[in-house]
């Protein structure tokens, strides 16, 4: 979990919304449809809501769900977008945008300075929802095209009510001194945003999706400060417990081989100041990809992707969701051969799966959203019938309170 909300607080921002009630088990969620701009809200008792962001894809640019940053009580999106000419020879331009989802309007649009990037990312609203992050890339290093005096990148905090630039850092930032990535094209994404602390990992742009460090900036003394854990592949926190759930390689406990360019890890750690427990192994026929702190923290939903089967070569590449309770016990979720996604609510988890690979010559899709609590899982939403492609994602669940007094993980031998 990465933002914190008291129930209280949750209770009375999602009576605020048109279609939403406040009951038990308080939560809401948002899927995005890049291909339409739908953003579709599907509360807790299954009641939705549709909203139009005004975002058309169509016109050459691109802005998918990863590129939405939506507010901690739920009621704002805000997002960069390029605008790329038909004309070759000439420059991109960028718009900040924030959008009101209560009132339907945009409350922001203001030009931004970013030559071939910008983007908030989803976790990029500060904790009391005023602020938000933006990472910009203007050019590539030794870019002789670079205007003189605009930086190779850029990371700012701005204002979500009037769009004043409230901080930044740049490659010439005294702070950043010595580091290595500073001179070559990155973006640096935020993972958390909590008081005056931001947590952010170094994204080379351009590149195969690695990220090279993590580091906290408090942009009231300037400080940057490099931090474990945040950097790696499909990590998950828990503040309350400062627990860090993580993938990592083990050699000395048996791995399979991978079906495409992806690490091999075969265990799943949960990590404190204090130790680090060993908590799952994947065996030869499954590798560690995500993890998630759900039901309120007292469990952990792990992600993983099948190896290379030499008895069935031809197979495809599934994946596996299972929840591991925190005395050990292990639950499968979910099996399949195509994309799915798993996000945490208060009391539960939401489980988003696509169901039906594009139809030969059609691109037709199909999608769910499941909620789990306990071991029932109950179908909320399914895409309706469509004929075109259809690009949904879960991009946002409202967070929650974890349960006080948690006990530790069980660790294996």
Known sequence: MKRLSTLALAALLLALLPGTTAQEGLWKAYLFNANSGE????????SQASYNLGIDNADGSYTGGSDLSIS??????????????PDPQM???????VHDLVTGQDTLRQPIQAMQACRTGSDSFSADGTRVTLAIVNGFSNDPSLPTGVPLWAFQVLDVNNGSLVASLTPDTPSLTGLSWITDAVMLLTEQFD???IIFKVA?????????????????????????????????YLATTGEFAVSVFDPARPVGEPLGPIPLYNIAQVATPAETRTVFAGGIEWLLLDQVFVNDGRALAMLMLSTFDPNDPNALSRTRWVLLERDGRVQDLFISELYSDLRAIPG??????????PAAGTGATSYSLRLG??????????SPPAADYQSWELI??????????????????
């Open 39 to 46: 953003l579709l809200q599907v509360n807790a008792d299954g």
């Open 72 to 85: 901690p009580d739920g009621l704002r999106v805000a997002y960069c977008r390029m605008i790329y000419s």
């Open 91 to 97: 420059p991109a331009s960028a718009e900040f945008i």
């Open 195 to 197: 008081g005056d602390g």
């Open 204 to 236: 080379r742009w351009a590149s195969e999706g690695t990220f090279d460090d993590a580091y906290r900036w408090n942009p009231a003394d300037g400080s940057v400060v490099a931090v474990p854990y945040w950097n790696a592949l499909g990590v998950d």
């Open 348 to 357: 539960g988890y939401l489980l988003f799966t696509q169901d039906v690979l």
């Open 373 to 382: 609590a306990g071991e029932a899982m109950q179908t909320l939403w399914q």
């Open 396 to 413: 946002w669940t409202t967070p929650y309170t974890p349960a006080s007094d948690l006990p530790p993980f069980t660790a294996i031998p």
